[in-house]
């Protein structure tokens, strides 16, 4: 009987087993981000140092910067709760 229950559902956890490995790819794209914005900013303090960006312009471009750091750090921390259950 249990062989017939994993033949039957052999496919499902195929399935499973890809979306997971989808997840965590998309995760782990999210979490990469994090670099990329980190140098951006220190692009953004160099621009405004230098005077080829107004004040303003760094304000509003900081803002959402960080705003996305936020929310990667988010992330982290819910797949961090989620991999010690």
């Known amino acids: 009987m249990f ?3 994993d033949i ?3 496919p499902i956890k195929g399935v499973l ?3 997971q490995k989808i997840h965590n790819a998309a995760e782990e794209e999210v979490i990469g981000e994090a670099d990329s914005i980190t140098a951006r900013l ?3 303090y160099m621009m405004l140092e ?3 960006m107004t004040e ?3 304000d509003a471009e900081e803002k959402r910067l960080l705003d ?3 929310e990667i750090e988010k ?3 819910s797949r961090d709760g989620s991999d010690d259950e």
Request: no cysteine; glycine share 8%; aromatic share 12%.
């Open 42 to 44: 220190g692009e953004l």
């Open 75 to 77: 992330i982290k921390k």
């Open 68 to 70: 996305r750091l936020d």
């Open 56 to 58: 303003a312009e760094f």
């Open 3 to 5: 062989i017939l229950d």
């Open 17 to 19: 087993w890809i979306f």
């Open 8 to 10: 039957l559902l052999s």
């Open 50 to 52: 230098t005077g080829k």
